[in-house]
């Protein structure tokens, strides 16, 4: 079974960056699709916006594309999210949710049978 714990949220201004990290521990990290969700004050759980699947691919939302970068370091069973251009509008919880599917992405959240607890992106205007 995977436990998964984000780190790296804080409170950054508008157009800057923070790298989030997801680390697994009790699977390696190269087994499993994940994806990043978010979910913002008062709103539900926005659909999963960046994905690494375990057979290398990507996948990246509308909302993110070409601003956030999703990347494996297998050494550290970790995945991170490199986030630039920061908006206001990316304030939420991020959270990372794991799939062991062994090929391509999916934006199911029902399909990821783990999931960390969240860390808080603030981005200031």
């Known amino acids: 079974q995977a436990r998964l714990v984000e780190s790296g949220g804080g409170l950054v201004q508008t157009g800057g960056s923070l790298r989030l990290s997801c680390a697994a521990s009790?699977?390696?990290?190269?087994?499993?699709?994940i994806g990043w969700f978010r979910q913002a004050p008062g709103k539900e759980r926005e659909g999963v916006f960046a994905?690494?699947?375990?057979?290398?691919?990507?996948y990246y939302s509308d909302s993110v594309k070409g601003r956030f970068t999703i990347s494996r370091d297998n050494a550290k069973n970790t995945v991170n999210l490199q986030m630039n251009t920061l908006k206001p509008e990316d304030t939420a919880v991020y959270y990372c949710?794991?799939?062991?599917?062994?090929?391509?992405?999916?934006?199911?959240?029902?399909?990821?049978?783990?999931w960390g607890r969240g860390t808080q992106v603030t981005v200031s205007s």
């Open positions: 009790g699977f390696p990290v190269e087994r499993l699709a």
């Open positions: 994905i690494a699947s375990a057979d290398g691919e990507t």
């Open positions: 949710a794991a799939g062991t599917w062994v090929a391509g992405t999916r934006t199911n959240p029902d399909d990821y049978e783990y």
